[in-house]
């Protein structure tokens, strides 16, 4: 039962997302913020090892459309070894209002981001960018209007994929990308259930933050803990979907798996935290409550149907003493394939988008795989090892 409950539950709520979306008549836009009436924003680029990226973003951000005097930019060194700290200041030197926070050791991306919110009290809005992403010139001046409404906390921009056919993966994980932002996180919006922030291209009010303790040491998955502690504390979280940035994905099976495994115990930990907090809330509207609770399960449906598979197995030796309906991993492995070809029909994506879409359930097995080797190593408590997300240099 538990089984079946946990995937009729995750796929339940994959159809209401994606009717909810095709429902839809108007994506999510805000007219840009007027030139005279903008907040002070503080930009901070958290880096390690990250020496051949910084050129692409520094040249990136010089584009910005947003008045010099109303932002400043940091760009944080966290431990790096390998001459990014050097690429940093030679960047930021002739740039007016950049600056370089090095720390002499790695401190985890939260904790970096924590001293430079100590060491830099200026920007009424915080705004996080990873060292791969290349920002459109109008990034922040979308997003800042959602800041007018006191309730809203963060808000989280899109981000298009700069190399979705690169390779076989690299097309699982940007399509895997868009379903989460153009379906989960824009339903949630349209709905009001709590849309997700993505550690990039996201946005904070310094207020809200402090008062919700900054971002969580240690944290693996920081953006995901906020999401939840913003609305713990009675704030909102908006998707602009028109606050676009570009970044990469993994382009081989290593760096995929490196990155969702740790994504998986980043989920974990955020389980960990918030989940019972969370159930007992009375503070919470009930529908979402529900729809946190199910977030902080992260990748639960994957190991639900591992279960289901196993079970099926089983039900087929049994010769009739145990029965377990193979009609329940159909319908488990159907509906998010049809949440694809109605996100790719909405979309419109483009003929080489959908050519590839056969390879979607050979990968599946590695999305699995992933996830039951992050479930292993938070319950074995393994080391945390930092790991560099897989990229390439690329030009915006």
């Not at 007219?31 to 040249?59: K, S």
């Not at 050519?355 to 795989?369: A, N, Q, V, Y």
Request: aromatic share 10%; glycine share 6%.
């Amino acid at each position: 039962m538990p089984v079946v409950a946990i995937l009729f539950i995750f796929n339940i709520r994959r159809l209401l997302f994606t009717i909810t979306i095709l429902l839809a008549n108007h994506k999510n836009k805000k007219t840009p913020a007027n030139q005279d009436n903008l907040p002070d924003v503080l930009v901070l680029i958290p880096c390690r090892n990250e020496v051949g990226m910084i050129p692409e973003i520094c040249q990136a951000f010089s584009r910005l459309d947003y008045p010099g005097e109303k932002y400043q930019v940091v760009l944080i060194d966290d431990g790096s070894t390998d001459g990014t700290g050097e690429m940093m200041r030679q960047q930021a030197g002739a740039r007016p209002g950049w600056h370089v926070l090095t720390l002499p050791r790695n401190r985890g991306k939260a904790n970096a981001l924590n001293i430079a919110l100590a060491q830099f009290p200026a920007g009424e809005i915080i705004y996080i960018f990873d060292a791969d992403h290349r920002p459109q010139a109008d990034v922040i001046k979308r997003a800042v209007p959602y800041f007018e409404d006191a309730t809203v906390a963060a808000v989280a921009g899109f981000t298009k994929v700069l190399n979705p056919t690169a390779s076989p993966i690299a097309y699982y994980a940007a399509v895997e990308s868009y379903a989460n932002q153009l379906i989960t996180i824009r339903a949630k919006d349209h709905l009001g259930l709590a849309p997700a922030l993505l550690g990039s291209n996201c946005g904070y009010r310094r207020q809200a933050l402090m008062e919700c303790g900054g971002f969580r040491d240690g944290a693996f998955s920081e953006d995901s803990d906020l999401t939840v502690a913003f609305h713990k504390a009675g704030y909102r979280i908006r998707f602009v979907e028109d606050a676009v940035s570009y970044q990469q994905v993994p382009q081989s099976i290593q760096g995929y798996l490196k990155q969702h495994i740790r994504w998986g115990r980043g989920m974990n930990d955020v389980a960990k935290v918030h989940g019972l907090e969370i159930l007992r809330s009375r503070k919470l509207a009930l529908p979402l409550r529900f729809e946190l609770l199910v977030f902080t399960a992260g990748y639960l449906d994957r190991i639900a149907l591992v279960g289901a598979l196993a079970l099926t197995i089983v039900a087929s030796v049994s010769q009739d003493r145990f029965r377990f309906s193979p009609k329940i991993i159909l319908f488990a492995l159907l509906m998010p394939l049809a949440q694809i070809i109605a996100l790719f029909t909405k979309e419109r994506m483009e003929g080489a988008m959908w050519l590839r879409l056969p390879l979607m359930p050979i990968f599946f097995i590695l999305d699995i795989f992933a996830v039951a080797r992050a479930m292993i190593d938070t319950l074995l408590n393994r080391p945390r090892l930092w790991a560099k997300t897989e990229r390439v240099s690329v030009r915006s």
